[in-house]
């Protein structure tokens, strides 16, 4: 059981302010919370090293703890061998699952990745064991405590105002709302994202960044203002950022200059604006398909690529057969228009 324990710990690496989010997967992973967890002093659990094992904990895990139910202790300071198990069955996870590090899009997808090679542990036999890991998993899940309803809330709320470059501050980075200057607006942080919401609507969703002092923008909240402003679309941030996330091909970039050299520069930049604007209704995979077709039929017109982006809604659903059962009896034969058709004739004639 050790083993998966580092196993399951180990794919849950994610920065420090996570903690609480890696614990809830651990017990999905386990199917139950054990009754005791050791830890080695991790801030965000303590709050002040108290004589020998006492420790000040700090009021949100105490809260997190409550919620799932298991007691908490602590290794002594600079005691390496009390947690010498775990860091060897990590470092035995890390050197069979993580050599070379695994490349991925995102956080989802490294979880994702470990949750595997965690499955793929559970078939391990250990030496004097005469079964595999997920078998004595199996074993020892019926002494873990059950499962909690419901996760415990991990958003750390705040109440930002909006700047005049149309962001918040979440500690010390910026994430780009599509709010005016001055508006307060509350901001959920989770360990993965950061959801910004207007009177309880979601209006913004950012991957979180870990890094300090960085500007998360997204050029979809900052489209009406180009649109104003269309000149200031070529140098701007926001452009940047959805080519450094590839949110901007190549097709973009052949469509504007189509525009342009059509329209000018800045009717035709307020029609690309337009194109990006139905990003918002159908995602940006539809868009950017809807505008290499467009381009691919050797059409470069705003008004074509909506009807392009549209055109999936536009399919009817095929009328379902609804058995009649016993108002068959109402059925009446089709009535024939021969006698009609015979009056017609003779109208033409006369």
Known sequence: MKLA??????????????????????????????HLLR????????????????REETARFIAFRSHWRFA????SPYEAHEKGGIESEAGYF??????????????????????AACREDERRQIAGQNRPVGALMIEERAHLLPLAESGFELAEISFPRVDGLGCVRVRTNLYSVP????KTVEVRLYPSQVEVRDEGRLIARHERSYERNQQVLDL???LDVLERKPGALAGSKPLLAWRQRGLWPESYDRLLADLIGRHGKQSGTRQMIRVLSLVKQHGHQRVRAAVEEALSLGCSDAAAIRHLAEAADLVRAR?????LGALSRYERPTPSLID???LLGQEAAS
Request: glycine content about 4%.
């Open 94 to 115: 890390r050197r069979n699952h993580w050599v070379p590090i695994p490349k991925v899009r995102d956080l989802e997808a490294l979880n994702a990745q470990l949750l």
């Open 220 to 222: 979809e909240h900052y």
């Open 179 to 182: 709010a005016p200057a001055g």
């Open 72 to 75: 908490s202790e602590f290794c």
């Open 319 to 323: 009328s379902t057969i609804v058995e």
């Open 340 to 342: 009609y058709d015979g």
């Open 39 to 54: 830890y080695d002093n991790l801030k965000a659990a303590v709050k002040k090293i108290l004589r020998g094992y006492q």
């Open 5 to 34: 324990k580092a196993a399951a710990m180990s794919r849950l690496c994610v920065p420090k302010p996570s903690r609480a989010d890696t614990h809830e997967h651990a017990f999905q992973y386990f199917q139950g919370v054990f």
